[in-house]
């Protein structure tokens, strides 16, 4: 398992939709196909990691004994039939994408298999029938557990990957078009910065962050926040939204105090671990990546909103 500091951020941050800002001009090629994609990892992915993180919350890697002191189970995880639909359909979209369709397909068929296992395990802790079978069926569920697991996560990785390449992509293209038909004006900071802020998260979510990496990163990003402030305000339609701005900053505050654990060498503390070890309290713990995770995807969610230009 990773250690507490690199608690995989990529598992549950969301991503934005392609032309999901209110500002967009137009729908870009294969938004239709990219965002079916995405909108099952923005359903699935962060429930099913949070599935692992409490078993093993409680179990340790090598499965229940029926001896811990307490036992938690495990999280289900929502219906994932309208993910495997909404791939097949997307599948047949043009543009024609053979990795990123296969991508897709693994990542539904993995989610699926994920599915039934969660709820036989969820039903079986919640009645505490290892009571009475001296958790025979918790140790046979606990191999299967992990492999599911373990090609969901593969299978998110590889998908994520696919579209962000994409996303990625067309962000600076949207950024460049931007930039020739208006200048740098509002719009163009809010989408400069979005590109920014990715950035910084992809620099801290390593299993070894470098520190120079991160300390560039941050710096482009706080620059970019910066611009954005130029524009902010409610007085008109042309300025950026002081809620979005709000945001922005709370997540460069977040990335500078996580920065700064990495530079300092800064433990956390038993309180801290405890807190880390819970899915749902993560966030909780001030320079922490459930932390930065959880103003990321505030973040994501200001500017799908239209970052009120």
Request: proline share 4%; with cysteine.
């Amino acid at each position: 398992m990773k250690p507490l500091y690199a608690a995989v951020l990529g598992a549950s941050f969301i991503l934005a939709p392609l032309a999901a800002n209110q500002a967009a001009a137009q729908t870009p090629p294969g938004a239709e196909k990219l965002n079916a994609y995405v909108g099952c990892i923005n359903r699935l992915s962060e429930r099913s990691y949070s599935s692992r993180s409490r078993y093993f919350s409680w179990a340790a890697p090598s499965g229940p004994t029926g001896r811990e002191r307490i036992i938690y189970g495990t999280y289900t995880i929502y219906d994932t039939s309208g993910c495997l639909k909404n791939v097949e359909n997307a599948n047949t979209l043009e543009p024609r994408d053979a990795a990123l369709e296969a991508a897709a397909t693994a990542y539904a068929k993995a989610v699926a298999r994920l599915e039934p296992l969660l709820k036989e395990a969820d039903d079986y802790y919640s009645q505490q029938d290892y009571k009475d079978d001296k958790m025979a069926k918790g140790k046979a569920l606990h191999p299967m557990l992990v492999a599911a697991w373990d090609a969901f996560a593969s299978a998110d990785k590889n998908l994520r990957s696919g579209v962000e390449t994409i996303n990625d992509r067309r962000a600076l293209e949207k950024l460049a078009a931007i930039e020739q038909s208006e200048g740098k004006q509002a719009r163009y900071h809010v989408e400069a910065l979005m590109i920014q802020a990715k950035r910084v998260l992809r620099a801290q979510d390593k299993d070894k962050p470098y520190l120079a990496e991160i300390t560039q990163a941050l710096n482009e990003y706080e620059s970019a926040v910066k611009g954005a402030e130029q524009f902010s305000g409610s007085g008109s339609d042309a300025k950026i939204g002081s809620m979005f701005v709000s945001n922005a900053k709370s997540f460069l505050v977040t990335a500078k105090a996580l920065m700064r654990r990495v530079r300092d060498k800064v433990p956390y503390s038993s309180g801290d671990r405890m807190m880390l070890s819970n899915a749902g309290s993560g966030w909780m713990v001030e320079g922490s990546p459930p932390r930065l995770t959880r103003d990321y995807n505030q973040l994501i969610e200001a500017y799908n909103r239209g970052a009120r230009i």
